[in-house]
């Protein structure tokens, strides 16, 4: 399959129709010479699968334990949101960990037949066709992890898999791209330094026009933190930087923007840990060079998670701190070092739901709702949250246009969680949140006849600050 299937129709039961475009050899090899990777050897690829699968589940124990454990008692099937929402079993985590305990079963290796949970087929490419397709449906949201008796996260066996499909060259297209433009301009869509400088001007010039407040942002410039973003914040969601960098002025925080490095989200979490690390390192590299104290994280869920897991540890490496700018907002709401006008907000019936990787994953979710209380007049949570809230439905990378009537499907289940409590505002503070909801919102408000919104969180900040 090698077209963008936007109509393809959906069929509970069955979704191995819904498989993401693959990337070229041109893009795998481009992304291979970035980390130093080498070729995968002129070998079988089944044979090449099973045997690095088997290498994997000896190294991690986690991936052992989510293939040996698992007793098949059903616990995540009625916790997870792909198999919830499509009722294909090999789109749920146990399904798709009997797809690989299969491989692994077998006595030995391609032509040969072996034995699953749901019956025998032949061990052939079209075996690692399913692992491929399933793997990639999967969002990595680790609800299943939550509400597993023995603690299985089939979201590190899906990292892991598909850390051995990107050895095989298999990549999905979309983040294929996306890890290849941040790998070479510092940000996942590519822009150049001047369309960065650009829009970071034209969010000055409404802050000055809306608040009254001239705020003089640096850009590439020495200070004492430096704030990363996600791109997305560039693009589409200027509201949110709006607040950011209202925010930073009305406390007199001295940061900048950087173009060198203007992402904080990392797709390298979804694929290949060897370009989390080289993203990663690349913060820290540019971070140096400016010669700043401390690095600010924007709003983005996975970005947050890589960026604490990861990069946190290695700034302090170099005696440099990492935050998040909710634990910053917090700060100063609780100093009363900022004046908010929660009325500004009124209007809409809000809904707080956690990004996933806030909420498992990322320690991030008293903070945000100490802000949220501060700069509304009342919301209300989902009723999925904190650690049980529901994904998106584009979290694992799954933002391309071939999945998006799947995602859609996916987005039902945070959907009707907000209708159900009457809201008419849903706050999720994470760009690949606010992507999804971007292309899935209009589709699903059609559908139930409604109108909901959403926005980020400190888009709402921003309209509370009196300055």
Known sequence: MNTIPHEIEFRKGDTSNFESLWADEKLVNALYDKVGHTQTPNQNQVDFFVENVK???KRNRNVKLAIDACVHCGACLNACPTFLTTEDTYNSPVGRADLIRGLLKSTKLSGKI????????????????????????????????????????????????????????????Y????????????NNMALPPAALKSTIEFARDEILEEKGVKVIPKIDQPAYAMFIPPSADFFSNIETLKGYML???????????????????????FTDAKHLREIGNHVVNVALELGVKAVIAGECGH??????????????????SGLHVFHLVEDAIESAKIKLEPKNNDGPSYVYQDPCNYARGGDLIDEPRSV????????????????????????????????????????????????????????????ICKAQLSHTLPRLNKKHDQALAYSGLMDLVYKAIVP
């Open 55 to 57: 290498r994997e589940v």
């Open 175 to 186: 983040t294929a791209v996306v890890i290849g433009n941040v790998e070479r301009t510092g």
């Open 114 to 173: 072996f034995k699953k949970a749901v019956g025998a087929r032949e061990l052939n490419n079209k075996s690692l066709e399913d692992v491929s397709t399933y793997y990639y449906q999967c969002l990595e949201c680790r609800r299943c992890g939550e509400i597993c008796p023995f603690g299985i996260d089939q979201a590190d066996v899906t990292r892991t898999i598909r850390s051995v499909l990107y050895d095989m060259g298999k990549i999905s297209r």
């Open 372 to 431: 949220l209380s501060s700069v509304v007049s009342s919301y209300q949570n989902s009723p999925h949250s904190r650690e049980r809230t529901w994904c998106c439905g584009g979290g694992g990378g799954l933002l391309s246009d071939e999945l998006l009537p799947l995602r859609t499907e996916y987005a039902k289940l945070w959907y009707e969680d907000a209708i159900s409590v009457g809201g008419t505002h849903v706050i999720r503070p994470c760009a």
């Open 303 to 320: 970005g947050w998670r890589a960026f604490k897991n990861y990069v946190i540890p290695e700034l302090e490496k170099k005696g440099l």
């Open 247 to 269: 925010f930073f002025h009305s406390i007199g925080f001295d940061y900048t923007f950087t173009t060198k490095h203007a992402e904080l989200a990392n797709f390298g979490l």
